[in-house]
């Protein structure tokens, strides 16, 4: 172990004689300063008591503007009206909880007369008590000056000095009566005032006549007291509280520090007589340990390699110049230290201490410690610590020498590796998806994850791709590209991206294939398997449940117009009867004509053609039958839905208008699906009408062209509209503005739009009601 011994000082007599000096010069200052510490003293307590007074007098007459503002609060509520008898016991039941100074909280009449009491549990008065004597006459000042008002002091119900803040109250110009805080003097000042302070102080309260109302103690203060006198001025009420601060000590108190600085200037003379005899003896051992510390110094810093030298407390003892430029820290700030080390990263404390414990306790592995360690600007870098037991001159273990090498490079490029293998593996081995590596050629599977594992066998790596994923692998003719023909210049390259059944499992894959060169060069064939057997499952269920929904809904919506439809269908069978029973007639009494017959017979054929059209409307409506898409005329789609939708028009005298501009293309959409929609949307604008005046009842249908793709057609009515809320909820699943809507038309009518690859979409009209749009394809015209 290396002990630096101190430079050699340079001979100098008169510095042996200085201490002496001064010694001297330090006692007469210390008594110099002894005696103006015992003069500030005294100045010191009277600041303490003046602060401590100011303090006390802003206390106690916070606390009290406090509890008038509380009563100027419930005087405000009572003015208004806005308390009742509960509300004061709840809010001043609570106040004179959280101020134990306060007894009670009551409300007066104007003649002194108690009536309300808060708490109810308080027994410093109680309801249809009659205030008298100076509680009177603070109520009666209080109504007269119309502001608050403190009571003389009177004794309370245990004798103790007590007082009012009355508060009067007015409502309308007359006076009403008065909020009173029935407040101990005694509670005030311990409430306001610590225990602390009362220790210190003898505290008294006095009068405006300098009456002692109240005292803290009964002791009799000393001739060396400090003491003082504050005001509390009350409202029609003022007190002083005399303050008394006692002192304690004997005579010989003041001589007692002197004498101590005496028998210390003593002490520290003989000391230092004998402290100048030791350091003479140490000035020829220091000159001896400096030429052999010259030559050992000169010898470590010669090295490139970190030395380190340690206690067996692990204390640092020696650190060379390799070290320092290894950590960054100079010497002196190494040298003296104890674990944790400033060279020892935060994150790494548990580790480095388990390896100094080791080393400290003589197991320190022969091929040392692998560690990582910190410069001082923060930089991590790791090193290898190698341990040697540190022998002194009597063959006694002093400590350990450790020597450090830096090994970051080298680590920095073997961790790198095994960290992008690790990251690789767990990223992969993660997914749900089933991966695998296969070679082209040979098909060998070069790597496959955990999932494809789990679907495939656990011993798929090594074996023919082919035959493993038999089950579920794509045909060749559905290949982009033949993996086995393509070059270097042509990965990567997709070859596959389509949904697979598995042959054996039944489930549902999405196979995403490419193409790309291998760490070795090679082209391979990587495969992303993911299971979407739950998806199709849903996308099914939804679509039958679709086609559910909106059977059902032509169902309803033809229930609701069975009774209209009745009385369509009764006008052509009625019309038909006649016609017939006319023609009888006329055979029955033989004056006829042939043509007046036909003529007849023709109208009871087309009102016959009339009733089949609207019984097959109805039946086509019902029927559950899968979408077919084809090209219809907008017009002749519209005039079937109206041909249901007049029935309905014309029972609650709606009026409606249909404007088609010439020469529309035709949609390409199924017929009975788009006629729900509108029929939906026209009975829902007619229904939303029947609240306006009739002239207003008018519901409008019109279609143009958006684009080359698609038609948009709007139906407006001229209702109650819809409100905000109402616009962006409409759409949802069994939300309903009718009071006995089911809340689903709509949202069938949506998903047959979006079915459409179209957009269903509400907006406001602005001279009132609602405008419903929905957009459908065009038909593409055959390219010439």
Known sequence: MFIRPPAQPRRQTWLWFAPYAAIG???????????????????????????????????????????????????????????????????????????????????????????????????????????????????????????????????????????????????????????????????????????????????????????????????????????????????????????????????????????????????????????????????????????????????????????????????????????????????????????????????????????????????????????????????????RLYFSPLIDTDGRQIGWMASMNDITEPKRIRVELERAHERFATVIDGLDSAVHVAEVHSGEILFANRAFQAIFGYDAVGRDSGLVTAACRPPADALLADPTTLNADELPCELFDGEIQHALTGHWYHLHERAIRWVDGRTVRVQIAADITDRKHVEEVNLQQQKRLEQTSRLITMGEMASSLAHELNQPLSAIANYCAGCVKRMQAGNYRIDDLLAAMQKASDQAERAGKIIRRMRDMVKKSDPKREPVAIAELIDEARAFADIEAQRTGAQIVVDLPENLPRIVVDRIMIEQVLLNLVKNGIEAMIDQPREHRRLSIRACPTSDRMLEISVADRGHGLAGTDVERIFAPFYTTKPDGMGIGLAICRSIIEFHQGRLWVEPRRDGGTIFRFTVPIEEEPDE
């Open 25 to 383: 010069i330090f006692a007469l200052a210390m008594l110099v300063v002894t005696g103006l510490l015992q003069w500030r003293e005294l100045d010191t307590a009277r600041s303490a008591l003046e602060g401590d007074m100011h303090w006390a007098e802003r206390t106690i007459e916070n606390r009290l503007h406090a509890h008038i503002d509380f009563l100027g609060e419930l005087g405000r509520d009572q003015e208004f009206r806005q308390l009742d008898y509960e509300g004061f016991q709840v809010r001043a039941g609570r106040y004179v909880g959280e101020n134990p100074e306060i007894q009670a909280i009551v409300w007066v009449d104007t003649d002194g007369k108690v009536e309300w009491v808060a708490p109810n549990e308080a027994t410093a008065t109680f309801v249809g008590e009659q205030l008298a004597g100076p509680r009177l006459a603070a109520l009666q000042e209080a109504l007269r000056g119309r502001h608050e008002v403190v009571s003389a002091d009177y004794p309370d119900d245990l004798e103790r000095p007590a007082h009012d803040i009355v508060f009067p109250v007015r409502r309308g110009g007359a006076d009403v009566g008065a909020f009173i805080a029935l407040q101990s003097l005694e509670g005030l000042l311990r409430a306001t005032l610590p225990a602390v302070f009362t220790a210190r102080y003898k505290l008294s309260v006095v009068d405006a006549g300098q009456r002692e109302v109240y005292a803290n103690s009964s002791v009799k203060p000393t001739d060396r007291q400090l003491s003082g006198e504050i005001s509390i001025d009350m409202p029609g009420n003022r007190l002083g509280l005399n303050i008394v601060a006692y002192r304690g000590g004997g005579a010989w108190l003041p001589f007692l520090p002197a004498a101590l600085i005496i028998v210390l200037t003593l002490i520290a003379s003989v000391t230092l007589v004998q402290l100048r005899r030791h350091a003479q003896s140490r000035a020829d051992t220091e000159e001896e340990l400096r030429a052999a510390y010259a030559f050992r110094q000169a010898m470590s810093n010669s090295m490139v390699t970190g030395l380190r030298a340690i206690d067996l407390e692990g204390k640092i003892t020696f650190v060379n110049s390799a070290f320092c430029r290894m950590t960054g820290f100079d010497e002196s700030e190494l040298v003296g230290i104890k674990p944790p080390y400033p060279y020892w990263p935060p994150e790494e404390f548990d580790q480095l201490q388990y390896n100094i414990n080791t080393a400290l306790a003589g197991k320190a592995p022969a091929s040392g410690f692998e560690m990582r360690i910190m410069r001082r600007n923060g930089e991590r870098f790791d090193v």
